[in-house]
Structures are given as C-alpha cells and as structure tokens.
C-alpha cells in the first residue's frame, strides 16, 4: 500500500509550481499537479511524467475542483504572475484569485486538507513603507491597470483568511517578493529574463524610466524552501518570503552585461503607470518563526538562470511573443 502524502499544486506547469512539483516528489509525497496552461508549459513537467507517484491534471480551477481519493496538502499557486500576462488576460486573473481560490478552499474543507496560497508582494501596491513588513497594509490602485492581479491577491488573502477563522481550516498564506531562476519564460516581461533575453539575441537592454527604481530578486531555491517551512509551521498569518538583497534596476542592467558579455548598450523608455519605486521585504518575520533566511546570493543565482536560457533551443529566444505589450522591469 501506498503510505505517501498527497500533494495537489495549482499551476504546477509553471515556473514555481514546476519547482514546488520537484521539491515534494524529492521528499516522498505523492504530487497531483493541476494547470489549465494558460501561462504554464508541459515541459516544465515532462521528466515527472513517468513517475508512478506524480498525476496531471489539465484544468482550469475557476472551474470546479475535483479529486478523487485523500488530499493531505493543497498549494495554490496557479495564476498568471507577470504583468505582461495578467494586462492580456485580466478577467482570468481575477477569477482565479477569487472562484479559482474559493473552489481550492471547499476542497480543502471537504478533504480535511491544509491550503497554502501563493501571494505576492503587490499585495503592498506601491509601497509608503520600506521595507515591507506583513504589518503593512499596502498602497494599492484598485482601478490601475495592476489592481486585477494585485486585489485578486489581496481578495485571496481574505477569503483565505475568513475560511481559517469561520471554519476553522488549516491555511498558509506566503507572501513572495520576485523570484527568478530556471523555467522562467524568456518573454514573459519580467525583468530577469528580458534582460538577458535581449543579451543573447544581441539587442539593447531596455529599462523603463531612469533605471533608478529599486528591486530584490530571490533565487527559486530559496523560495522553494521557506514555502516547504511555512506550509509545515504552524503559522497562520501572512509571511514574506524574498531576498532582501535590493538592487536599482540601472544597477542590475549592468550586471547582466557582465555576466553576459554582451557588447550591447542600456536604452531608456518611459516608465509604465503604477510602477512600484520600491521593493524590498522585511523578512524578520520568516526568519524568526521558520528559522529561514536565502542562501543563494545573486551572482550564483544569475549564473544558474544564465545557464539554463543559455540551453534553450534557438527559437524560443527568437519567438515573440506578446510582442505588442510592454514590459514592466518587474
Ligand atoms: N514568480 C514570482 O516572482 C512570483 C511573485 C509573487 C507571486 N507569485 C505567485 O506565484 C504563483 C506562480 O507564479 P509563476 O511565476 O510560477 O507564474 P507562471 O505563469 O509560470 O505559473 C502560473 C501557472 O498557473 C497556471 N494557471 C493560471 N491560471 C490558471 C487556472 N485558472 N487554472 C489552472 N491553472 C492556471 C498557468 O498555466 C501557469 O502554469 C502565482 O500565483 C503568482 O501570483 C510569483
């Protein structure tokens, strides 16, 4: 008989929950991934595909959620995440943060399973607190063209919250500052992969505005290993995970030209509505209750990811996909 815990990853074919999907069949639980691909890619998932103990299921969870059998554990992380995305597919976005979170939350409560919800750091919109402690209530534009991502998050955040104390279900709220690493998408206008994007098709590196807003990215790893420690803490309450490292965005540029070699310049363009300033976590709250902190500093990190776009077959570095929107340097 089979004795593993079952896992259920919400956007398992993406970049976290690939990794997520990775972590927990290495420590011997039974992973049931669950993604409508709508941001995500199978290939993220096909050396799983053979493992006994690992499932897909193709769905889309603003549907109804069905499983069959025991669920010990439920991590939602299914929604897409850039900017790039949610601006092309905003209604999607708020419905997966809202009936996608909903339908995972009954689930839960029918299965006597624990929830762990992915929220982010735009929880805190452009932020008047620096850094950013959980205590911080945010700054947020609800009618700016980031408010559908940022308040399906923070309706994710109450419903999940409401769940816990009306009904008394076990959940997880982890609040994750931008992370990067392999299986992020080359177009997907995050700043990271952007950039070095542009480095290897030989193109400018473009920064929005003066290059002077600040950022702080997380390795995945690191990432990985505080959502494993929060999900099996005892805490319920919101808790940043990222690494503190802050960086300006002009600063950053620079360092993926040397880490590139590319002969190519930085070129300035207006910067977007709504662009955080600031972006920084306070993370003493992780450090202290799940004894965490990130391990991978940035130069080790960026030589990972660098190796893994430097892998990529040729057209997926040419492939342009939503060529007509532009990015933010998120
Ligand atoms: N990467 C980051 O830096 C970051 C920061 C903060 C929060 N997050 C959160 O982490 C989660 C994962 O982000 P990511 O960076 O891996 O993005 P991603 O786009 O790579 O992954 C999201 C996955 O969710 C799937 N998905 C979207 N809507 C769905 C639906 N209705 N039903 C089923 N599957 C659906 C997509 O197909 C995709 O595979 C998201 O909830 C995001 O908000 C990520």
């Avoid at 709250?285 to 190796?307: F, H, M, Q, S």
């Amino acid at each position: 008989m089979d004795n593993r815990k079952t896992v259920l990853i919400t956007g398992g074919a993406g970049f976290l929950g690939s990794h997520l999907c990775d972590r927990f069949i290495g420590e011997g639980f039974r992973v049931i991934a669950m993604d409508n691909l709508i941001t995500g890619d199978l290939r993220n998932l096909e050396h799983l595909f053979k493992l006994p103990q690992f499932e897909f299921y193709h769905h889309d969870v603003s549907k109804f959620v069905h499983i069959p059998g025991d669920l010990d554990y439920i991590l939602h992380f299914a929604s897409p995440a850039s900017p790039i995305d949610y601006l092309k597919i905003p209604i999607q976005t708020l419905k997966v943060g809202s009936l996608g979170t909903h339908n995972l939350l009954g689930l839960a409560r029918a299965k006597k399973a624990r929830l762990l919800i992915a929220s982010t750091s735009e929880v805190y919109g452009d932020p008047t607190v620096h850094p950013q402690t959980e205590e911080y209530y945010g700054n947020v534009n609800t009618v700016g063209p980031r408010g559908v991502y940022d308040e399906a998050k923070r309706f994710q955040e109450a419903i999940t919250m409401a769940y816990h104390t009306f009904h008394g279900l076990e959940t997880r709220i982890v609040r994750i500052f931008n992370t990067y690493g392999p299986r992020m998408r080359l177009n997907d206008g995050r700043v990271l992969p952007a950039f070095i994007g542009q480095a290897l098709r030989g193109e400018d590196l473009t920064v929005f505005g003066d290059g002077s807003q600040t950022r702080s990215f997380c390795y995945v790893d690191d990432l990985v290993e505080g959502i494993y420690r929060l999900l099996f803490s005892d805490y319920s309450g919101p808790v940043n995970i990222g690494n503190p490292s802050e960086i300006t965005i002009r600063e950053f540029a620079d360092e993926i030209i040397k880490l590139t070699g590319t002969k190519q310049k930085v070129v300035y363009q207006p910067l977007p509505k709504d662009d955080p300033k600031q972006r920084q976590p306070d993370i003493s709250k992780a450090k202290k209750i799940l004894g965490w902190e990130p391990r991978v500093g940035r130069a080790e990190g960026l030589r990972l990811t660098y190796d893994y776009f430097k892998s990529l077959p040729r057209d997926l570095l040419f492939a342009r996909e939503h060529k007509d929107f532009k990015p933010y340097n998120r």
